[in-house]
Structure formats: C-alpha cells, structure tokens
C-alpha cells in the first residue's frame, strides 16, 4: 500500500505561482518506477489530469496548464512536485497526488487526499 501526503497548498492571488509537493510513505525504491502525477477537482466538477510524469521523467500535460505548470520529480526522495506559475481563478480547486504503475492507467493507482489550492482575482 503506497500512501501519499501533499502539501504547499494555500491562497495566492491571480498572476501568482505555487509549488505544491508530494511524498511517498513507502521506500523511494518501491515508488521508483512508478508513474507520479496530479489531478484537480473544482467544486462541481469532476477530477481532470493536471500533469504526470513517468520513471524515466517523461512528463504530460493537461491542455489548460501547459506553459504554466511544471511537474518534477526526485525519485531518490519518492517526491513529485508541482510548480505552478500564472494562476488563473480556474485553477483553484482540490489538487490530488496520484501514483502508479502506468501513466496511462495511473487514476486506477492510489490517491492522497489533496491539498487546497485558491486562486483570487
């Protein structure tokens, strides 16, 4: 069972940038070759790709953040990372770490339970 903590959630004003983080609780090894990403849910709606990036650090994204948002990794760490520059109000919501063996299955992999991101006009 892989769990995952986010943080570096929080309010920020429109044009502003975030970075949010996100551990791992088994060993580095064990999330090694894993696919990590995140997805965002905004009130109402359902939850959408943000970006992943897989074990060998290729990354995608989705069409609404791309140019904007960074997703990184350190694997040595079993840490991924989202910095997100530009905020726009559309990109508050929930934002959720997610895990798992393939980037293209990964909603099936495991989730942590999100960190809030609030973006003002």
């Known amino acids: 069972q892989v769990q995952l903590a986010e943080s570096g959630g929080g309010s920020v004003q429109a044009g502003g940038s975030l970075t949010l983080s996100c551990v791992a609780s088994?060993?580095?090894?064990?999330?090694?070759?894993?696919?990590m990403g995140w997805y965002s849910q905004a009130p109402g709606r359902g939850r959408e790709k943000v970006a992943t990036?897989?074990?060998?650090?290729?990354?995608s994204y989705g069409d609404s953040v791309k140019g904007r948002f960074t997703i990184s990794r350190d694997k040595a760490n079993g840490t991924v990372y989202l910095h997100m520059t530009s905020l726009k109000p559309e990109d508050s919501g929930m934002y959720y770490c997610v895990a798992g063996p393939y980037c293209d299955d990964i909603r099936r992999g495991y989730w942590g339970q999100g960190t809030q991101v609030a973006v003002t006009s």
């Open positions: 990036i897989s074990s060998h650090g290729s990354t």
């Open positions: 088994v060993s580095a090894h064990a999330t090694s070759t894993y696919c």
